[in-house]
């Protein structure tokens, strides 16, 4: 089990993001491209906001706070990292989960900070992931954190060797959606399917859910 970080840490840790997520700061910032993002980073070196970015639409959160609803994370502190619009915290509130952390950071210097990943009680979150090596380089960082994760990842994942090789497998459980819907920025919906939530160390009731 994950230790948890003295009090005065946590409430450090909470009253820190909330300040961020709630002012909108550093929402402009420019994360530095690092290592091989494959097409997940633009040549001026600024992460892409055009190939592999899209905004999970609030009935998708919806859909997905259903089942994690009930198995206790409505008023769990969740972290949504990966940022598009800025806008995600928004719609998960909306859609019903009480604490969210999102805000613009670099992800893999983030993950390693130990009292803030501490403090959190899950990873919810829709990845960038059609870069070279991404899928991989994210479920490890988040592996190594030790901090539960649902991610929303191409339903192949699930026969992919390098989930196996990555991820205990009596740790990994799956929901399923119909369809998800995402846009771009100021677009309309699209509908998506063969995607799945990959829930790890997430201690669901069921190890495989179906959403609509």
């Not at 700061?25 to 097409?39: L, N, Q, S, Y």
């Not at 090596?133 to 901090?147: F, T």
Request: aromatic share 12%; hydrophobic share 40%.
């Amino acid at each position: 089990a994950r230790l948890p970080p003295p009090p005065a840490a946590r409430a450090d840790a909470r009253d820190d993001d909330a300040r961020a997520d709630e002012s909108g700061e550093d929402d402009d910032a420019v994360v530095a491209r690092a290592g091989a993002f494959g097409r997940y980073g633009a040549a001026d070196g600024a992460m892409s906001r055009a190939d592999d970015e899209w905004a999970t639409s609030e009935r998708t959160w919806a859909s997905l706070f259903g089942v994690l609803e009930r198995n206790g994370y409505a008023k769990k502190k969740l972290w949504a990292p990966f940022v598009y619009d800025g806008d995600a915290g928004r719609r998960m509130r909306s859609a019903g989960f009480e604490r969210v952390v999102h805000r613009r950071a670099d992800f893999f210097e983030r993950v390693r900070d130990g009292v803030f990943v501490r403090s959190l009680d899950a990873v919810v979150d829709n990845p960038p992931y059609t870069g070279k090596g991404m899928k991989e380089r994210i479920l490890k960082a988040l592996r190594d954190a030790e901090v539960p994760f649902c991610l929303l990842l191409p339903l192949g994942v699930l026969h992919a060797a390098f989930v196996r090789d990555i991820l205990e497998e009596t740790h990994v459980q799956v929901i399923v959606p119909r369809k998800c819907y995402v846009f771009k920025k100021g677009g309309t919906e699209v509908p998506f399917k063969f995607l799945c939530w990959l829930c790890y160390k997430m201690e669901l009731k069921r190890d495989l859910y179906f959403i609509d």
